[in-house]
């Protein structure tokens, strides 16, 4: 693969990976419109790495913050909202171990990722025109934890988006966009982290070149810009952009598959 072409994926995975648009539905759906062919698992582990980096650096205050203020005071609010994070983890961590395989094969293809970007996004749509909760992240309860986990677990479908569902499922239980959006990207950490040490298992040093290292630094430095433009944009803003490109990109892929 040239380095354009690795710029491109990890560009794709870098804003995917954030924005309330699929990720692993736009990897596939680039590969299949443009025609790249598959780089293998090594690259996969890079692009997810350059996404775990950027949300790692992004939040890198907050983190120290946080694990710091909950080894002082085990009961105090950064202690709380960290068991928190770790519940809601507990879902999506169960289904990617069990369905992983399962969900690859039975929903990738160009149609059904289409149908499922077409659908999640009457979802997003329904849900967040009901208006702006007041909640924030300290208010997270292990019972919202939970449910927002169960979301969480629904994005193994690709086209459904990881943000998206735990966004949707916070907005239903009372949170503001922007909260919504911060706790999401805390409960994307471990799961990209155990994502990623699952795909690494197979990984291989001798399959490595100069395109992992682009595909990396393209999913790191767009990640990083993506988490910051959504928290900015979710202070004012509603979802209904990204509800509309979703269906937009869902038909133009199904007329591409039924119009040669």
Same mark, same amino acid.
């Not at 710091?68 to 171990?97: E, Q």
């Given at each position: 693969?040239?380095?354009? !072409? &690795?710029?491109?994926?990890?560009?794709?995975?870098? /804003?995917?990976?954030? =924005?309330?648009?699929?990720?692993?539905?736009?990897?596939? #759906?680039?590969?299949?419109?443009?025609?790249?062919?598959?780089?293998?698992?090594?690259?996969?582990?890079? #692009?997810?790495?350059?996404?775990? @980096?950027?949300?790692?650096?992004? @939040?890198?205050? !907050?983190?120290?913050?946080?694990?710091?203020?909950?080894?002082? !005071?085990?009961?105090?609010?950064?202690?709380?909202?960290? $068991?928190?994070?770790?519940?809601?983890?507990?879902?999506?961590?169960?289904?990617?171990?069990? =369905?992983?395989?399962?969900?690859?094969?039975?929903?990738?293809?160009?149609?059904?990722?289409?149908?499922?970007?077409? @659908?999640?996004?009457?979802?997003?749509?329904? %849900? !967040?025109?009901?208006?702006?909760?007041?909640?924030?992240?300290?208010?997270?309860?292990?019972?919202?934890?939970?449910?927002?986990?169960?979301?969480?677990?629904?994005?193994?479908?690709?086209?459904?988006?990881?943000?998206?569902?735990?966004?949707?499922?916070?907005?239903?239980?009372?949170?503001?966009?922007?909260?919504?959006?911060?706790?999401?990207?805390?409960?994307?950490?471990?799961?990209?982290?155990?994502?990623? =040490?699952?795909?690494?298992?197979?990984?291989?040093?001798? &399959?490595?070149?100069?395109?992992?290292?682009?595909?990396? /630094?393209?999913?790191?430095?767009?990640?990083?810009?993506?988490?910051?433009?959504?928290?900015?944009?979710?202070?004012?803003?509603? =979802?209904?952009?990204?509800? $509309?490109?979703?269906?937009?990109?869902?038909? %133009?892929?199904?007329?591409?598959? @039924?119009?040669?």
């Amino acid at each position: 693969m040239n380095i354009f !072409d &690795s710029i491109i994926l990890g560009f794709v995975q870098g /804003v995917g990976e954030f =924005l309330p648009i699929s990720s692993s539905a736009h990897l596939f #759906l680039t590969s299949y419109i443009f025609n790249f062919k598959y780089q293998g698992l090594a690259f996969d582990v890079m #692009l997810h790495i350059g996404t775990l @980096f950027a949300i790692f650096i992004y @939040f890198y205050r !907050d983190i120290i913050s946080i694990i710091s203020n909950s080894i002082k !005071d085990i009961r105090g609010k950064d202690a709380t909202f960290l $068991i928190n994070i770790i519940i809601a983890t507990i879902p999506g961590g169960v289904c990617g171990v069990l =369905l992983e395989h399962t969900a690859e094969n039975i929903f990738r293809t160009p149609i059904v990722i289409s149908l499922s970007l077409i @659908f999640f996004s009457i979802v997003i749509y329904a %849900v !967040d025109r009901k208006g702006n909760g007041n909640k924030t992240e300290y208010e997270l309860t292990s019972r919202d934890a939970l449910i927002a986990g169960l979301f969480q677990a629904i994005a193994i479908i690709p086209g459904a988006s990881r943000s998206g569902m735990t966004i949707i499922a916070l907005l239903i239980l009372g949170y503001s966009r922007y909260s919504a959006a911060r706790i999401s990207f805390f409960m994307s950490m471990p799961i990209i982290f155990g994502a990623g =040490l699952m795909e690494m298992r197979k990984f291989s040093i001798a &399959s490595f070149d100069s395109s992992f290292i682009t595909a990396f /630094v393209s999913s790191f430095v767009f990640g990083i810009l993506s988490i910051k433009f959504l928290l900015s944009y979710l202070k004012k803003n509603n =979802l209904t952009p990204f509800v $509309i490109y979703r269906i937009i990109l869902g038909c %133009v892929v199904i007329a591409k598959y @039924f119009i040669p």
